[in-house]
């Protein structure tokens, strides 16, 4: 089991229903032209952007640093993707289309090669929210008991990062 290295709390408010976390040296904006909008999260080089439902106005993100994978957190959640991505500076910002990039304070061990959990859930007084994925209209599941995280906003986000491989 890994050791909890470091951590933050911030929110952010989606544009374009879309809000990323980018390594700030790299200057990427986008990810992948190719990237699969069925899936969650869309990796580009140096960063990865969370698809969130047009419903979702402000976000609670937990970002959390690891020496290796972490346990699966408890609780249920409206889902969960891992995604592989290159940091080649290892420090962090949160990218949205209108509000450009913010540095988060989330202190990485060193440059390289991260594996990312994100688990999210929604507000269940605030639903009902729509699937942002393509080709899917489905009412997203909002499961009880992350009410004290979600602090009465829209979506909780919970990012656990470790590195795989040094840079």
Request: overall charge negative; proline content about 10%; charged content about 20%.
């Given at each position: 089991m890994g050791r909890l290295l470091d951590s933050c709390?911030?929110?952010?408010?989606?544009?374009y229903r879309l809000f990323g976390l980018v390594d700030t040296t790299m200057g990427a904006e986008t990810f992948d032209d190719d990237a699969?909008?069925?899936k969650w999260l869309l990796p580009g080089p140096g960063l990865v952007y969370l698809q969130v439902p047009s419903e979702v106005g402000?976000?609670?993100?937990?970002?959390?640093?690891?020496?290796?994978?972490?346990?699966?957190?408890?609780?249920?959640?409206?889902?969960?993707?891992?995604?592989e991505v290159d940091?080649?500076?290892?420090d962090l910002g949160l990218q949205t289309v209108d509000g450009g990039l913010r540095e988060i304070p989330l202190v990485l061990p060193s440059p390289g090669t991260y594996r990312m959990r994100w688990q999210w859930v929604f507000n269940p007084d605030a639903g009902p929210?729509?699937?942002?994925?393509?080709g899917?209209?489905?009412?997203l599941a909002t499961p009880v008991g992350h009410e004290a995280a979600l602090g009465g906003e829209?979506?909780?986000c919970l990012v656990q990062i470790?590195?795989?491989?040094?840079a």
């Open positions: 709390d911030t929110t952010v408010s989606a544009s699969d909008k069925s402000t976000t609670v993100i937990r970002l959390e640093s690891w020496t290796m994978a972490p346990t699966l957190p408890p609780g249920q959640w409206a889902g969960r993707e891992e995604v940091l080649p500076e290892g929210f729509a699937s942002p994925l393509q899917c209209s489905d009412v829209d979506q909780f470790w590195r795989t491989a040094p």
